[in-house]
């Protein structure tokens, strides 16, 4: 009797403590700048990343817990974010964050603890150099660069460009020299590469070197912000040349600073509009979410690679077969054609993604999707 | 209290920090180990920044510009050429930066000394003003550096910044330049040119009247907190291997400003103390941003909600103890002597 009893006692405590570790859900962390300012790319990421959770909240048969920090857009505080999630919160995994000087920080201290990241849109080649543990869902700055010199040349048949770039910006600086460098080894010319600081509100004096120089496309990968107040000045001042921004342009409040002006801007992007053509099933399945949980805003590039970040996250722990580290990293590093809201995702071997880069144009006060390129870099 | 029995119980207490730090080492997570080198990082920067505005009266705001200046000039004496060469996108680092090595201790030092030397030099021109302008004027100097970071390319990596620095900076580093800064700027200020410096905060035209050569005075102190500074800001880079320009904003200056005003102005324990009370807030304050469900009741979380708190914590020091946690008093052994003694004496009525 006394022998069954303790076999019965056995059994009921390794059920319970089958039963814990089941219940024991996946942790995966987000840091993201929800402050600062990069807020404005960093809310609409985590965004999407929720909505992503909300649609697939269980992998392995465990609930996934998704603890969001925010990095306030500083990197003491990006350094801060990641070890408190890898040490206190004890995640298996990370997503983030918008801000490659932000990932930089952050990436050191995930590539000590040897947990991986999936970065957002960090497309700075920085970000994962030298990096077992980093990743990314997004393209990085020589592909975007690329893309926008080829769509410059093909497309709009542009031969002499000008670039007017903001010096304070890492983004900017990285991608206007990408542009260059792919703009004049396809036979084009720069007539013109010059500058302005974060914060400044007249560019009239560039523009008019600009237009002097007869340019026939601008190239500003600048912030919406500043970018739409660039458009406005340039077309105040006559310039009719064509003018191309970048992935942060993508935001809707370009038009309501640029106003008519900013028609027939384009901009290269992830490749994901809600109204694009030929959309896939998951982008469709994404955009009518969204519009349901967010009626008060439209979805964009940014919490496109939100959502799909998570996605592709949580098909690398299923592909992994379990939360260990080791195997996650290995899952994201065999990713192949994986198919997202923002295009089919292949993660290279420096950890990046190769995937489309798309275009938008602002037509009728809408910004309307008009095609995708796949640059050779 | 007598001298030697002092420096018994200094010693004593350096021995104690080394054996909790040595134990931290092994015993707690690497957040919590992050939080320990921040506290030391931003002790050494808020008592530079005393010696200054506390113990001078001088109104600097050009910290952040130091900072960048020991950051920069300590990151790149310990990059590996190989690495420099790979993180030069845009245009190659110039000669003799590219090949030059350094070890950590040489760094940091060298950060220092560039912090001061440009501490010394617009010293000169800036310190003739007072106040508010001495202030916009520092301000100037720190938008200068950056802007000038973000434009020497061949030198900084303009917008890129620098990455991959090695993290040399470990509890040990920081700790060990935290007590040597401590050390040497309690030495200084009570010292006879401490009392000039205090005089100089005090009466200006006073100790001018006194035959103290004010502009000297304050040019050395200057210097000194320019050169704790820049290896306050080296040991930051290494902790965190990775700089750019954009990081040495005003808000930076703003941080250290505000433990010195917390801590008091003219408090060298108060700045301890503060340093190491804002940087622990501030990081476990993130609970506040958490999501929290009570039953079915789910409040989701609000991002900078722990800013706002930290916020309503400084309005309640400011408004309730103007002067600072310290005000301008020390913790001594002999005042601690005495409270244990009134301690003593109570417990017996």
Known sequence: MKKFAICLALVVVLGLAGAALAEEPIRIGVYLPLTGQNAFGGQLERDGILMGNKEKPEVLGRKIEVIVVDNKSDKVEAANAVVRLIEKEKVHAILGTYGSSLAMAGGEVSEKAGIPVLGTSCTNPLVTQGKKYYFRACYIDPLQGSAAAKFAMDVLGAKQAAVLKDVAQDYSVGLSAYFKRAFEAAGGQVVSDLNYQSGDQDFTAQLTTIIGQGAEVLFIPSYFAEGAIIIKQARELGGTFHIMGADAMDNPDMITIGGKDIEGFVYSTFPYAPDMPGMSEMAKTFTENWKVQFPDKDPNANSAIGYDSYMLLVDAIERAGSTDPEAITKALAETMNWEGVTGSTTINETHDAVKPVGFKRVEGGKQVYVGSVIPEM | ?349
């Open chain 2, 1 to 349: 209290m007598a001298a030697d029995k002092k420096t018994f119980l200094n010693l004593a207490s350096v021995v104690l920090l080394g054996l909790f730090l040595w134990w931290a080492q092994g015993h707690l997570d690497g957040y919590k180990i992050q939080i320990l080198n921040l506290v030391a990082i931003n002790i050494i920067l808020a008592l530079s920044l005393n010696l200054i505005y506390g113990f001078t009266g001088l109104f600097s705001l050009g910290h952040a510009g130091f900072m960048a200046i020991g950051a920069y000039v300590s990151s790149l004496l310990i990059l590996p050429a190989a690495q420099k060469a790979t993180i030069f996108l845009l245009e190659p680092l110039v000669w003799p930066l590219s090949v030059l090595q350094a070890p950590f201790f040489v760094a940091v030092l060298a950060g220092g000394i560039a912090a001061a030397l440009f501490g010394f030099l617009i010293s000169f021109p800036v310190l003739r003003l007072g106040g508010d302008y001495l202030g916009i004027a520092t301000l100037g100097f720190a938008e200068i550096v950056r802007v000038v970071g973000n434009n020497l390319s061949g030198i900084t990596n303009g917008a890129l910044g620098l990455k991959g620095i090695p993290n040399y900076a470990n509890i040990g580093w920081n700790y060990g330049w935290c007590l040597f800064t401590l050390y040497f700027i309690a030495r200084l200020v009570n010292s006879n040119f401490g009392n000039v410096l205090k005089a100089i905060r005090d009466d200006e035209t006073a100790a001018r009247a006194m035959g103290i050569d004010v502009l000297r005075c304050k040019v050395v102190s200057f210097t000194i907190g320019a050169f704790f500074a820049g290896v306050g800001g080296a040991l930051l880079a290494s902790l965190l291997t990775t700089i750019d320009p954009k990081m040495f904003l005003f808000l930076l200056t703003f941080n250290v400003l505000m433990i010195v005003v917390a801590g008091g102005l003219g408090s060298l324990s108060g700045t301890v103390i503060s340093g190491i009370v804002i940087t622990v807030l501030l990081e476990w304050l993130r609970f506040v941003e958490n999501p929290v469900t009570i039953g079915s009741l789910s409040i989701p979380g609000i991002p900078g909600m722990r800013m706002v708190l930290f916020s309503l914590a400084l309005l309640f020091i400011i408004l309730f103890r103007r002067e600072g946690i310290m005000g301008m008093k020390e913790i001594t052994w002999d005042g601690l002597a005495c409270a244990c003694r009134r301690k003593g004496g109570d417990d017996r009525d």
